[in-house]
């Protein structure tokens, strides 16, 4: 995807070594990468195509990026940096006790709803490079599920020596919820295509998450209902 005729000798510009306007330059070209992924394919997108959207040369996007998947690298590690906090946050710091637990079990829900549907297209990038092997994009996936894992697992911990009923492995509880919150997320769309309600759809991840937590029954549909 990268242009080589355009390319510079020069050596890329790391981000720290910048000063603000470089700063402020490279994240004009992140930004302008983005929308494009918004409207076209992956593929599609070229470096000219982010120059001249960004109003700059092939020459001066090669300062900052290699080519095209460097900058999408740069998005999704900027996506990691700031919603795997978010997201792990959503589930630590929620009450898991009590009719509280439907409510933060519904907050999750609707987090990772939210993040998907504001990152959805580096996120697809994310998803469709890892599918193809890619192991840079396979380590960012990891890591960005592996925070808000990480915080369930501590949930389940906590309940579980607090005198919660002991289920299955915690990790393997913690993957399995993670896992389907993210591609319930990420294909949401396509499921109320299909015909699934956008609110059942977001009621049903927080009851698979309600169950995993407490262990407990969830609210009945009018109990649920009421309470998100």
Aim: aromatic content about 6%; charged content about 25%.
């Amino acid at each position: 995807m990268s242009d080589p005729a355009l390319q510079p000798t020069r050596t890329v510009v790391g981000p720290r070594a910048m000063g603000r306007r470089g700063q402020r330059t490279r994240q004009r070209l992140l930004d302008r990468t983005a929308d494009l992924l918004g409207s076209s394919t992956y593929r599609e997108v070229r470096v000219v195509d982010i120059a001249r959207a960004a109003q700059m040369s092939p020459a001066a996007f090669y300062q900052y990026f290699g080519d095209v998947e460097e900058a999408v690298l740069a998005l999704a590690e900027e996506m990691v940096e700031t919603c795997g906090p978010e997201l792990a946050s959503l589930v630590r710091d929620r009450p898991w006790g009590g009719p509280s637990a439907w409510s933060s079990a519904m907050g999750v829900a609707d987090g990772f709803l939210d993040v998907w549907d504001r990152h959805r297209a580096v996120l697809r990038v994310v998803d469709l490079a890892t599918d193809e092997g890619d192991q840079r994009f396979r380590a960012l996936r990891t890591r960005f599920l592996s925070q808000p894992s990480e915080a369930l697992v501590d949930i389940l911990t906590e309940r579980r020596a607090a005198g919660s009923p002991v289920g299955l492995d915690a990790r393997a509880e913690a993957g399995v919820a993670i896992s389907m919150l993210a591609h319930v997320a990420a294909h949401h769309e396509g499921l109320e295509q299909w015909g699934a309600p956008a609110t059942d759809l977001r009621q049903a991840m927080a009851r698979l998450l309600f169950v995993t937590v407490t262990g407990d029954l969830p609210p009945t549909s009018s109990q649920s209902s009421s309470a998100g």
